[in-house]
């Protein structure tokens, strides 16, 4: 009896130790950026209007998953603009019209509206592409060809915005 005993209050120490541990495993499993190296930072603008700060996090090649690319957001636009933008933006680095129309649904249940100050993170594993909007997990899109596509906005050699590009893959200190 005494054995089953010691084993019952065995098993409840480890639950109770499991229980009190839960909520830091879950934070530290929330960031992002967790592991990876901070790589390069610069502006985006448009029409000379800045528009949002970019932060690229990635291993020893910031070109390939995992990496993180942080968009911190200096003016207000509407969650609809931002999936219109990046649709606009896939679609002239070749990507094709079903995916698109996919593509554009997925990310319109994702991207919110947002202001001066909030941030929206987008973290690209080889086979998903997860997104956080001001440390809150969004969603995610279960499509390694959108996730290539995707941060194929910011990353691909024939990007729109290549001095922003350069200023991401260029290793920080």
Not at 101 to 112: C, D, Q
Not at 123 to 138: G, H, I, K, S, T
Not at 156 to 161: E, L, M, P, V
Request: net charge positive; aromatic share 12%; charged share 25%.
């Amino acid at each position: 009896m005494s054995s089953s005993l010691n084993s019952a209050t065995l098993k409840r120490r480890r639950l109770l130790l499991a229980m009190g541990a839960a909520p830091f495993a879950a934070f530290a499993s929330s960031d992002p950026t967790a592991g990876l190296k901070r790589w390069g930072n610069g502006e985006f603008r448009r029409f000379g209007f800045l528009v949002y700060e970019a932060t690229l996090w990635a291993g020893d090649d910031p070109q390939r998953p995992p990496l993180a690319l942080r968009l911190d957001y200096k003016r207000n636009i509407a969650g609809f603009a931002i999936v219109e933008a990046s649709v606009k933006e896939m679609r002239a680095l070749g990507a094709d019209e079903a995916s698109l129309k996919r593509w554009g649904e997925a990310m319109a249940r994702l991207f919110p509206d947002v202001k001066p100050g909030d941030c929206i993170v987008g973290q690209y594993e080889p086979e998903v592409a997860r997104f956080y909007f001001n440390d809150r997990l969004l969603g995610r899109v279960e499509d390694p060809g959108f996730a290539r596509a995707f941060f194929g906005i910011w990353l691909d050699a024939r990007t729109s915005a290549p001095e922003l590009r350069a200023a991401l893959l260029r290793r920080g200190v």
